[in-house]
Every structure is written in C-alpha cells, then in structure tokens.
C-alpha cells in the first residue's frame, strides 16, 4: 500500500496571504492528483501531475511534482475565502487518498 | 469535464432495511469505479474497486456481504448497504476512471448522506 501524507492537517489564514501544503510519501507514484473538496460534496479534481519535476499552474494555484515523484505540493498565491476547503492528494494504482488538509481563509 | 452522478444525494432509513445507491458516469465510460465512506471532518477510506463485468475488489475490513458493490455496465456502479446500523451513516462517494493513460483521473459524484436511524 502506498501511503500519503499531507501537512498541514490544518490551515487558517487570513484573505491575501500565501501557503503552502505538502503531500509526501516514500513511495514513487505514476501521477499524483490534488482534489478540493467542500462540505457535503464530492471532490473535484484540480490538476495531475505525471513528470517528475513538473509544476503547473492555476491560476493563483501552483501544483509541483517532486523530481523523484515520491511528492508534490501545492501552493496558492493571495488565498481567498473561496479557496476554503479540504485539499485532498491521492496517488497510486489503488488511488487512496492523503488525509487532507482542511484550510480556511478569513476575509 | 467527466460527469459523474449520485443517486440518492440523501437517505433516511430504519435500521435493517437495506439502501442502495447508483453511481453513473454520465458522458464517458468507466471501466473502473470506486466507493468511499467519509466521516465528518475525515479523508476519503476507500471501501472498494469495481470493474465492469467482475467482481469488486474490497478493501481489508470491509464486509463484502454487507457493502453489494454490482458494477453492471461502464457506466453503471451499485452500493447496497444491506441490513443497515446506525454505525453505517456517513457520506459515501463513488468516483469513475477511465484507467487509461499513465494519469488515472477520478471523477467524483457530490456523494449521498445515508442517515440509519
């Protein structure tokens, strides 16, 4: 079973300010995907990530793989409270899941 | 985007009555679905992967004769929650992949709250 680990489990920041979270895990995945997820719905995929070394970009959301693709982290640049979710990466031909970071942002 | 629906989004049901809910890949086919249980304030556990036309693979502790996972058609996945406990209320997701590619994108329904009472 190939784990994942995220961090922080949680974030609350304020409107404007920038962050970063972490999915790590010691074994080499295929691809990676990042997830948001809000109360009462289901997750909606935001990016995938299959070369090591690659960052893509959403808008205000840089999404990088790790060279060794055993990571990946998202950074978000002058969060909203739109941002405001459960961020969720999941990996692995058994696709489980990290357990999220639960991130709040404040007007 | 892949559209993938969940029916019912909410059920209320006695305890031992049975529930099922469909999972449906709306503009593509899926050749494999997924089922999740989610507690509040909790990641995604999967339950199980189905493949269409076999038997679905269940994850260690999850009871096979208690969760039904029929995955019938590529567009068509079942979860019956048979004789259901108060213990069996939570939010359960299904999601739909193409299992192509080297990136096996899920898609995800909006879920369906079973409350046994």
């Known amino acids: 079973t190939q784990l994942l680990e995220q961090s922080p489990q949680f974030l609350s920041i304020q409107e404007g300010e920038n962050l970063t979270v972490y999915c790590n895990s010691s074994?080499?995945?295929?691809?990676l995907q990042w997830y948001r997820q809000e109360p009462g719905e289901g997750p909606v995929l935001l990016v995938t990530?299959?070369?090591?070394?690659e960052v893509k970009k959403l808008k205000r959301l840089t999404f990088q793989f790790g060279d060794a693709r055993k990571d990946s982290s998202l950074h978000i640049t002058a969060a909203q409270p739109g941002d405001t979710g459960l961020y969720l990466c999941?990996?692995?031909?058994?696709?489980?899941f990290g357990a999220g970071t639960r991130l709040t942002v404040k007007p | 985007g892949a559209v993938v629906s969940q029916h019912p989004s909410r059920v209320i049901c006695k305890s031992g009555t049975s529930v099922k809910i469909e999972c449906r890949s709306l503009?593509?086919?899926?050749?494999?679905m997924f089922w999740y249980r989610q507690f509040p304030k909790q990641s995604l556990m999967l339950m199980a992967t189905?493949?269409?036309?076999?038997?679905?693979?269940?994850e260690q502790g999850v009871e096979k004769d208690k969760f039904l996972i029929n995955h019938a058609s590529l567009t068509l996945s079942t979860l019956t929650v048979t004789s259901a406990h108060p213990e069996d209320s939570s939010f359960y997701i299904c999601?739909?992949?193409?299992?192509?590619?080297?990136?096996?994108?899920?898609?995800f329904g909006p879920g369906t709250r079973l409350t046994v009472t």
């Open positions: 189905s493949n269409e036309g076999s038997k679905a693979t269940y």
């Open positions: 503009d593509f086919q899926a050749t494999t």
């Open positions: 999941a990996g692995g031909d058994d696709m489980r």
């Open positions: 074994s080499v995945f295929s691809s």
């Open positions: 990530v299959v070369t090591g070394g």
């Open positions: 999601s739909a992949s193409t299992g192509t590619g080297l990136s096996y994108e899920q898609y």
